[in-house]
C-alpha cells in the first residue's frame, strides 16, 4: 500500500477551518488544496491552548489514527 501522510505545525489559526468552510483565507485556501488532494485531517481537537495547529493529513485514513497527548513545551503531543 503506497500512501502519503503529512504533518506538522502548520499554524493555520482558526477555530473552526476544519468544519469545512471554504474561504480566501490561508485557511480556507489550505483545507481547499487538502481537499482537492484527496487528504483528509486526523487530528480532532486543540494541540495549542483553544487552537489546532499541529495537523496530520493523509490519504490513508483508515489505517492512521492519531491522538492529542500531554504537552510537549508550548504543544500538546500527537500520537
Do not use: K, M
Not at 486526523?42 to 483553544?50: E, L, Y
Request: charged share 20%; aromatic share 8%; glycine share 8%.
Amino acid at each position: 500500500c503506497v500512501g502519503c501522510i503529512l504533518l506538522g505545525d502548520f499554524n493555520v489559526h482558526h477555530l473552526r477551518w476544519l468544519r469545512l468552510r471554504h474561504s480566501a483565507t490561508p485557511d480556507g485556501t489550505f483545507l481547499n488544496w487538502s481537499s482537492e488532494h484527496g487528504l483528509s485531517q486526523r487530528v480532532r481537537s486543540p494541540t495549542r491552548g483553544a487552537y489546532l495547529l499541529d495537523l496530520v493529513f493523509t490519504d490513508l485514513p483508515n489505517l492512521l489514527t492519531v491522538e492529542v497527548v500531554s504537552e510537549i513545551a508550548d504543544h500538546r503531543g500527537l500520537s
